[in-house]
């Protein structure tokens, strides 16, 4: 059996959400695509190698595997993997494998598991590998659409095409999360302010996002990014692009953690379709379906 799930990228409110404040995360048309098949011993295939259960090569299947045969014991499975979703990028493609693989053991042996059971399998894989995590990744991969967190209400997102640039700087989210701590146990009331400041972003973007209002999520764009370079999570190159980005009328941000990464552009089509002529990237749709059976086989 085949299945898909989504990657994600963060709307608004990357940082301040860790403080408990608003944020707007969006399923996009990047996908994960995993194939299970019964079988007498257990294999994984991907592009990451080849493996039997190896919670160091891959540890989100694995652990998925081992989380799935505690709902339905399980002999053997082999597991192929292909994903559309560039690694360690800040696009949620550790949730996207999960997600993907439990739905295709679901299908294979007939557990006829829920939405809302995938998702807590989901979220106890996270854990399992990561020891800590908000749970939006494996949400979002799960049910798709477009959402304000931590409330959970969904958005229904207008037409808005996005570029999503990679850096080509890595950068460790909990590093970065880190050296906001660091900056906010210093300056505790300014980086509050701040934060306070990204919860109103997020909670203004929900209209115009509905609306599709390009101009106004421009400027929601811009205010966010100012305020990301305040707590420190921009970087040199970074900037620059944000910066060259606008001179062609793409107003951009970071997206995820910061300190390279990938950063989102939005703007008019013909504005996007130059930026991306110039810089590269993926056009990418906001408020993708979640999981979901693949009939075409893409592994
Ligand atoms: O870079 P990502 O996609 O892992 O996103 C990190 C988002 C933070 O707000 C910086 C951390 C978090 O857990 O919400």
Redesign the pocket.
Known sequence: MKASAPAKI?LFG??A??YKRH?VVTAINLRCYAEAKKSDEIRIYSPLGVTGLDFKVHPYVSYAIKRFSEVKPIDGVKIRIESDIPIAS???SSSAVTVAVLKALDGEFDAGLSKDEIFELARKVELDVQGI??G??PFVATFGGTWLIPDRKPIKIGNVKLLVINTGESSI?AD??RKVAELRGRYPKIVDGIFDTIDVIALESVEPLEKGDIKTLSELFFLNQCMLKAIGVSSKRIDELVDRLAELGVSAKIT??GGG?CVIGIGDDKSIERAKSVFGGILVEAGAEGVRFENESKV
């Open positions: 963060i990357e940082h959400v860790v944020a800040g696009l949620g995590g908000s939006t990744d989210t970065m999360v995820g953690a990464g």
